[in-house]
């Protein structure tokens, strides 16, 4: 089984969401703050007669456990809903699981997605 997070831009979790949904049993979206190669926001100061660049940028981490078949499918649909073309897109982690338990149903492995 793989774990694949996929942190992207908050506007494109919508997009991210459309492509996996029907791919996967289910996946968490958690939002936060980030600070990478993406341009950051300025926003105006004071008065409005200055700017401020904001430290860091709102993004969205989408988490999702998949069977290892289906891994590079959805890495592609992720890839392809967050991409813009431009610097700070986001970025996808791909880790082994080795053991995963349903709480509710109290099965395991494979059964427990």
């Given at each position: 089984m793989k774990r694949i997070e996929a942190t992207v831009q908050t506007d494109r979790v919508s997009a991210v969401s459309e492509a996996i949904k029907d791919k996967v049993g289910g996946f968490t979206i958690l939002?936060?703050?980030?600070r990478g190669s993406g341009k950051r926001y300025?926003?105006?100061s004071?008065?409005?007669?200055?700017?401020?660049e904001a430290e860091y940028n709102k993004v969205s981490t989408i988490t999702t456990i998949v069977e290892d078949d289906k891994a590079e499918s959805i890495?592609?649909?992720?890839?392809d809903a967050a991409s813009t073309g431009k610097s700070g897109d986001g970025i996808i982690?791909?880790?082994n699981i080795e053991s995963i338990m349903n709480i509710a149903s109290k099965k395991s492995g494979l059964e427990a997605l």
């Open positions: 939002d936060g703050d980030g300025t926003m105006r004071g008065r409005g007669t200055g700017t401020i890495i592609s649909a992720i890839s982690v791909v880790s």
